[in-house]
């Protein structure tokens, strides 16, 4: 073998290189050789970086001063390395070794014997830096440990996804023994059902050097094919060391059991929200319809695909439920986000009956919610109408929970809540939920029924003690409306009359009582009734004021306003007295419009405040306007801006009285009108006097 470097200066082949792949290749290894005379004959690169000598410093030199000087006595370290190798063939040793500098360090050497073509024996030696060698000991213990005992799945891959080697707790997790993974493609073992997202996510690793950290990825494995499981996956590309290919390394754990409970955490959380919403959406006012819609609002689509909400009609309200019995319900709110023909099944029917042993009638019989799968037995006990059960069955829905809208011990009705395929199915947690929603929706609608029930009386009372027919008179014509406000506000004390007087005078009252409900309506009444007693006998208007005011504070009417107005044909006259009241408007036969409202006293209940009058003269033709506030106050507008509005639309007056009060009201009040409203139009007449002749 001829040596690297020598006094003549042969060229350097290089420094000896290991199998790629091997350790050697990742610690710096110094190659030298030692003759028979223990000099260096050979100087590699490595040697020339681990020891710090040009080739021409040592070699054909004595090799001993590679190491410090022995103990007296001893032979020194190169003599004793190259003996052992010549003897032993082999032999490996820690030696401390010496550097050009002169420092002293710890170094590991192999040496075995090399006989050249000359039949020349040279002692080779492979040397590296102990701190070196430690290294890569700890390492390999490190991850040997690891491999070992780590709880985490641990993978390496080659270029192809190909497992090269991986934890037991990995195979564990697949199980799959680990001997069966070696070679198989990674996705050959997590299968996943994610049109290939995860077999994307490993390429992009393994070609464009893309980490991935704690990616979540549902999967199953051969080995456990019938469990669901969830891993945090985290990736990263292993460079190649020399010739080696690149490749994949993992870590994996198993999450399945962790996400199950954030899962179970998270839609805790929504229903918990989805309560919160239905507490403040629910029952936002007394009107039934508006409260069950409200609650198909609350439900669809963040708890189902559809819903219903359906009263039974029951003849009382102490009628028990018979479940031997059909039962008739009346649908009054629907919803659903399912196309055709899921929007007929909830919206099509307004009236439906169930037949005995229906899913209505257990769940009502149960006093509880329940969960029924949609299928044939279903709709054949459910649905009385085959075709109702075809759109059933077509509609999508595969579960519908049907809970009892139960409130004071009354059935108010039902609820129905349904989920397609497409939606995770219902669980016990939120059939519990149904349960929450149908209690807290039965008792707004309880409340709405009572309050409708209330309403209906105080509207029954209103109108009965509202005049059915207004008195004649030649001499005036009369067109009167009352409409009473929305059915989401109280009836109030609006009230009106005409009242025939002696000399055919006739007397016009407009009064309102303030309040709402059965209260405002009897105070109403009473004060109508008094004061029609009262004008029949002929008092002067402040005179039929001031005795309203008496009756009002006995009756324990606090606050109430009225207007009274008393018109003679004879002369035209028109004398007016003003409780509080807003003021009357007259049209004149030029089309000018006027107000009335040259007094005004205070309302009726208040007491101690005499009333006054005054007097004006009406002619031919006159259209007189008396109204309550109801008409001409608007939320959000000046009381001033109403009455202006008002007088434009007395302008015009040549159509017939009731097509003008028929036009303002379409013009003043919309639907959604809040407040009673009274509207009053009298048109005056002269009478003729004997022997004078009207006109032509």
Request: with cysteine.
């Amino acid at each position: 073998m001829a040596p690297a470097d020598r006094p003549g200066g042969a060229e350097d082949p290089g420094p000896i290189r290991s199998e790629p792949g091997s350790l050697l290749e990742r610690v710096a290894v110094a190659v030298f050789g030692i003759d028979g005379q223990d000099r260096v004959c050979y100087w590699g690169p490595g040697a020339r970086s681990l020891f710090g000598h040009e080739a021409g410093e040592v070699l054909a030199r004595p090799a001993a001063r590679l190491f410090p000087d022995p103990p007296a006595g001893e032979p020194d370290s190169a003599a004793h390395l190259a003996e052992r190798g010549r003897t032993l063939g082999y032999w490996r040793v820690r030696l401390p070794a010496r550097h050009r500098d002169g420092t002293v360090f710890d170094c590991g050497f192999r040496v075995f014997p090399v006989t050249g073509a000359t039949g020349d024996s040279v002692v080779m030696g492979l040397a590296s830096a102990g701190t070196e060698l430690d290294r890569v000991k700890t390492n390999l213990a490190f991850l040997d440990a690891l491999f070992e005992t780590c709880p985490i799945g641990l993978v390496m891959l080659d270029e192809d996804l190909r497992y090269v080697h991986l934890n037991e707790v990995l195979a564990d997790m697949d199980g799959v023994p680990l001997q069966d993974h070696l070679g198989r493609r990674m996705t050959d073992i997590m299968i996943t059902s994610d049109d290939g997202a995860y077999q994307r996510m490993l390429r992009s690793v393994a070609e464009e050097g893309r980490s991935v950290v704690s990616a979540l990825v549902g999967l199953r494995t051969p080995g456990r094919p019938d469990r669901d499981q969830v891993r945090s996956v985290s990736l990263f590309p292993l460079s190649g060391a020399g010739d080696t290919r690149r490749g994949v390394g993992g870590l994996l754990v198993d999450v399945t059991d962790r996400e199950q409970a954030l899962l179970d955490a998270t839609a805790a959380r929504q229903r918990l929200a989805l309560l919160d919403r239905a507490a403040t959406r629910i029952g936002t006012t007394l009107d039934l319809n508006v409260t069950a819609r409200e609650l198909v609002d609350a439900a669809v689509p963040d708890f189902c695909d559809g819903a219903v909400v359906e009263l039974v009609e029951w003849m009382h309200d102490t009628e028990p439920f018979d479940p031997e019995l059909p039962l008739h319900t009346h649908r009054i709110a629907s919803g659903t986000t399912l196309p055709p023909p899921a929007v007929e099944l909830v919206s099509g029917l307004e009236w439906v009956t169930y037949p005995p042993g229906s899913g209505i009638h257990r769940t009502l019989s149960a006093g509880r919610p329940l969960l029924l799968p949609v299928d044939e037995e279903f709709t054949v006990r459910t649905v009385a109408h085959q075709e109702r059960a075809r759109l059933l069955l077509d509609s999508g829905l595969t579960t519908i929970v049907i809970a009892p809208l139960i409130a004071r011990g009354t059935v108010q009705g039902i609820t129905m809540f349904g989920r397609s395929a497409a939606r995770t199915p219902f669980t016990d947690e939120d059939l519990r939920l149904a349960g929450e929603l149908a209690s807290r929706a039965a008792l707004c609608l309880d409340n709405a029924r009572l309050y409708g029930r209330v309403q209906d009386i105080a509207l029954t009372l209103q109108r009965a003690l509202l005049p059915n027919a207004l008195a004649s008179s030649p001499y005036v014509t009369l067109a009167h409306r009352y409409r009473p406000g929305s059915r989401l506000t109280e009836v109030g004390g609006d009230w009106y009359d005409v009242i025939e007087l002696p000399g055919d005078r006739v007397a016009l009252v407009v009064g309102d009582v303030m309040g709402h409900g059965v209260p405002a309506a009897a105070s109403m009444g009473r004060l109508r009734i008094t004061a029609k007693a009262l004008a029949r006998r002929n008092p002067e208007p402040e005179e039929l004021l001031a005795e309203l005011d008496v009756c009002a504070r006995e009756f324990g009417i606090e606050l109430a306003t009225c207007l009274c107005l008393r018109y003679d044909p004879h002369t035209g006259h028109a004398r007016i007295a003003n409780a509080g009241h807003p003021p009357p408007l007259v049209r004149l036969p030029d089309g000018t419009v006027e107000t009335l409202g040259e007094v005004l006293g205070v309302p009726l209940g208040v007491g101690g405040v005499p009333f006054r009058s005054a007097g004006t003269d009406l002619p031919e033709g006159a259209v007189l306007a008396l109204y309550t506030d109801g008409l001409v106050e608007t939320r959000g507008q000046d009381i001033d801006a109403g009455l202006d509005a008002l007088r434009e639309e007395l302008r015009d007056c040549s159509d017939p009285l009731e097509e003008v009060a028929d036009r303002i009201l379409e013009h003043r009040l919309p639907e959604t009108a809040t407040d009673d409203t009274v509207l009053v139009l009298a048109r005056v007449r002269r009478a003729r006097e004997p022997g004078r002749s009207r006109g032509p």
